[in-house]
């Protein structure tokens, strides 16, 4: 069965800086999809940013880029120039023949 | 909005109640799930739909019901519930695993 963890309960990083999430995933299979979901306190989950497996090239939306290693099954996120907006739980899931979840990256936006 | 609508918001029901929890969307998506989502657990699949067919249930006790009318509405009926239960209820929906899947807000549920 696949599963997806993600090593940090929580985050903080100060406005304006940098801040990367951690996420590792296992699967035997060898075609699948990588996402990250933001869900703020509104409670709706958005998807954040894709990443096709057989793409080495990582992916990149705006101030959010990928660090995609397939071979380590490693997917962290980072998100440049944190903004209060950013402040949420994220998720990092994984998409094979079904979606699995990570449990979760609280993170905490500092002015 | 993302195109998922779920409703109600927020529901309380005694654990002798049955209420039911509705989703719709209109987005062209073939799929629709079922999520839970409790506090400090990973989000937990519930009940996988593609074309209004019943394609997964995850070990969902009996006192959940789905139904899916057609491929935009999805239900989730609720009886004799028990104070576990409680948790947030997310629709999602989705055209094939390639894009991702689309949420709505969730109903938050809370049983008495």
């Known amino acids: 069965a696949q599963t997806v963890t993600q090593s940090q309960p929580e985050m903080s990083v100060q406005e304006a800086e940098t801040v990367t999430l951690s996420c590792t995933y296992d699967t035997s299979e060898s075609d699948y999809y990588l996402f990250w979901y933001k869900q703020p306190p509104s409670r709706q989950m958005i998807l954040v940013i894709r990443?096709?497996?057989?793409?080495?090239q990582n992916a990149t939306e705006n101030r959010f880029s990928v660090n995609f290693q397939k071979a380590a099954k490693s997917f962290s996120l980072k998100i440049s120039d944190s903004q209060l907006g950013d402040a949420a739980m994220y998720f990092c899931a994984y998409v094979g023949n079904k979606l699995v979840f990570g449990a979760g990256t609280i993170l905490r936006v500092k002015s | 909005e993302t195109g998922v609508t779920q409703t109600p918001r927020h529901l309380v029901m005694g654990m002798t109640n049955k209420k039911s929890l509705k989703c719709e969307q209109h987005?062209?998506?073939?799929?629709m799930y079922w999520y839970k989502q409790s506090a400090k657990k990973p989000l937990e699949l519930m009940f996988v739909y593609n074309f209004k067919e019943q394609t997964e249930n995850n070990s969902v006790p009996s006192r959940f019901s789905p139904e899916c009318p057609n491929s935009s509405h999805l239900f989730l009926h609720l009886h004799t519930l028990q104070p576990e239960d409680s948790a947030l209820y997310l629709c999602?929906?989705?055209?094939?695993?390639?894009?991702?899947?689309?949420f709505g807000s969730g109903t938050r549920l809370t049983v008495v």
């Open positions: 987005l062209g998506h073939n799929a």
């Open positions: 999602a929906s989705s055209f094939g695993n390639n894009y991702g899947y689309t």
């Open positions: 990443q096709e497996a057989y793409k080495q």
